[in-house]
T-cell receptor, first 116, second 110 residues
């Protein structure tokens, strides 16, 4: 049973380009969470999705950032017109039930985005 | 030694000593808590969890203590080893998702 798979592991984009980060949850998991981590800092919640639904996007910047989790395929975190301040590690986690029910979320290895 | 997990403080311990990492959580309605370990360049790994109806839970070499009165969580690592060197985060459930503290970097000196 493969863990949470994120790709790419490293992504370099020039300012103004688009970044697409992919997350395939663990088999049987239908809940996906995206977190952002700056160097030497904790993980900041961005968005929580279930299949075809955004449940909570309170941590997502209002502009340039979007996320989806289609019925088929991985969850995608999309950052349009990237700026240097978007450089960070982006982690995805998945769980079989909601965090509110109290269950462990499994994390991927992250995508390290560098904007040059 | 012990450290409060704000703004990624560092805790340095001697190999073989016990470590105590502290965390203050913010949501009094949280009923589930997890400690994660994050090694350099990797994603967080589950260590141990605890529900709010408990005040202590033990795993292999690790113990989590929960004090709901002061909204405080601690992770105790017995006989700390070099492989324990990492950043440790506490997480609390927050509605539908988990929210993380800032973390503490544990360094184990041989």
């Amino acid at each position: 049973n493969a863990g949470v798979m994120q790709n790419p592991r490293h992504l370099v984009r020039r300012r103004g380009q688009e970044a697409r980060l992919r997350c395939s949850p663990m088999k049987g998991h239908s809940h996906v969470y995206w977190y952002r981590q700056l160097p030497e800092e904790g993980l900041k919640f961005m968005v929580y999705l279930q299949k075809e639904n955004i449940i909570d996007e309170s941590g997502m910047p209002k502009e340039r950032f979007s996320a989806e989790f289609p019925k088929e395929g991985p969850s995608i975190l999309r950052i349009q017109q990237v700026v240097r301040g978007d450089s960070a590690a982006y982690f995805c986690a998945s769980s079989p039930v909601t965090g509110g029910a109290g269950t462990e979320a499994f994390f991927g290895q992250g995508t390290r985005l560098t904007v040059v | 030694g012990e450290s409060v997990g704000l703004h990624l403080p560092t805790l340095s311990v001697q190999e073989g000593d016990n470590s105590i990492i502290n965390c203050a959580y913010s949501n009094s309605a949280s009923d589930y808590f997890i400690w994660y370990k994050q090694e350099s360049g990797k994603g967080p790994q589950f260590i141990i969890d605890i529900r709010s109806n408990m005040d202590k839970r033990q795993g292999q070499r690790v113990t989590v203590l929960l004090n709901k009165t002061v909204k405080h969580l601690s992770l105790q690592i017995a006989a700390t080893q070099p492989g324990d060197s990492a950043v440790y985060f506490c997480a609390e459930n927050w509605g539908n998702d988990m929210r993380f503290g800032a973390g503490t970097r544990l360094t184990v000196k041989p």
